[in-house]
DNA sequence: GCGACAG
DNA sequence: ATCTTGTCGC
């Protein structure tokens, strides 16, 4: 009679049900894309920096993306795309709309649930309103702070060859960077807002960087580099950006995708409230077969996320 | 083997 | 990621 922790076992199942042979095929994806990976700033980004350092003054667009679930379904969720103009931080482009994921979420490969959706968002900006595409986007989670240097924020920007910035809400824990006591001091001894601490890796390389992002948010956010970016300008720029703990493009795409939600499933989250009974097992007439089945058939569920990748099928 | 684990 | 209450502060 657990039937709170469902969602949870369900995750987990999946993940277990991961075939190793795509998980292979996942890395060796991320080992081919990281070739194309670009650690020095583009310039464009050169540009940014010397206007925030007062030299110059311009303006730019930064974009921020952001995914949100609808409350215990793994698979329908919505996406944003957001764009902001800088330095003054207005939202000037956005997108929201409804996708299906179709891989799960595995630590250390997000990216193959969530890259190629942003990807396709990114394009249609491009293609219908290309005086918006950004100089810069900022997306939810890792870039080179991850077990194999190649994360979500590495890989979109790889995809679309533009400059990107990963900040993380929580430390990834990877090549021998813990969130242990000696990492709990160094968040205590963030006085204010802009001061940052590196993170290093086994191999004395400086992975990432975390950044009390202001005098408000004791807790730190993390800035890894993600493709035509250098740490040092990644963290400038977030810093830049931040009215609040999660920098204003991440915080609107963020915003805008749960209130799309909130408007097209609110009414349904609404009567799930209406707890005065227990758990409704009644039957959810809507899909009562298999259709609104989990996973039962892994490779259906990856059938698509496979394809994608096939391409060096002789 | 055990624990850790971006979103 | 998501759930959840009140509380403190600009």
């Known amino acids: 009679m657990n039937d709170s922790g469902?969602?949870?076992?369900?995750?987990?199942?999946?993940?277990?049900?991961?075939?190793?042979?795509?998980?292979?095929?996942?890395?060796?994806?991320?080992?081919?894309?990281?070739?194309?990976m670009v650690l020095t700033d583009s310039s464009d980004i050169s540009k940014i920096i010397s206007c925030c350092q007062g030299k110059t003054s311009d303006n730019f667009l930064i974009?921020?993306?952001?995914?949100s679930f609808v409350k215990g379904d793994h698979?329908?969720?919505?996406?944003?795309?957001?764009?902001?103009?800088?330095?003054q931080l207005e939202v000037v482009y956005e997108d929201c709309q409804m996708i299906k994921l179709t891989a799960p979420y595995i630590p250390g490969f997000l990216a193959f649930r969530e890259a190629y959706l942003l990807e396709e968002m990114y394009n249609k900006l491009k293609k219908t309103q290309p005086q918006y595409v950004p100089q810069v986007i900022m997306v939810d989670g890792n870039g080179i702070l991850h077990p194999r240097g190649f994360g979500l924020a590495c890989h979109l920007g790889v995809l679309l060859d533009t400059p990107c910035i990963g900040v993380a809400k929580n430390?990834?824990?990877?090549?021998?960077?813990?969130?242990?006591?000696?990492?709990?001091?160094?968040?205590?001894?963030?006085?204010?807002?802009?001061d940052t601490f590196k993170l290093v890796g086994t191999s004395c390389k400086v992975l990432g960087k975390a950044l009390r992002s202001c005098d408000s948010a004791p807790n730190p956010i993390y800035i890894s580099t993600g493709h035509k970016v250098t740490l040092d300008s990644a963290v400038e720029l977030v810093y830049k950006c931040c009215k609040h703990r999660v920098p204003e493009p991440t915080r609107q795409a963020d915003i805008k995708s749960r209130e799309y939600l909130r408007?097209?499933?609110?009414?349904e989250h609404e009567e799930q409230k209406n707890k005065g009974k227990k758990k409704q097992r009644t039957k959810t007439t809507k899909h009562s077969n298999s259709e609104c089945n989990p996973v039962d058939n892994v490779e259906e569920l990856f059938e698509d996320t496979c394809c994608l990748f096939d391409g060096e099928n002789t």
Do not use: Y
Request: hydrophobic letters at 35%.
């Open 263 to 267: 408007v097209s499933f609110g009414s």
């Open 171 to 194: 430390l990834f824990q990877v090549d021998g960077i813990e969130n242990d006591d000696d990492h709990q001091l160094k968040i205590k001894q963030l006085s204010k807002g802009g």
């Open 63 to 67: 974009g921020g993306v952001d995914i």
């Open 75 to 87: 698979v329908n969720a919505c996406a944003a795309l957001i764009v902001l103009n800088f330095p």
């Open 6 to 36: 469902s969602t949870v076992d369900r995750q987990e199942e999946q993940q277990s049900q991961i075939p190793d042979e795509i998980k292979d095929k996942w890395e060796r994806e991320q080992m081919k894309l990281k070739k194309q």
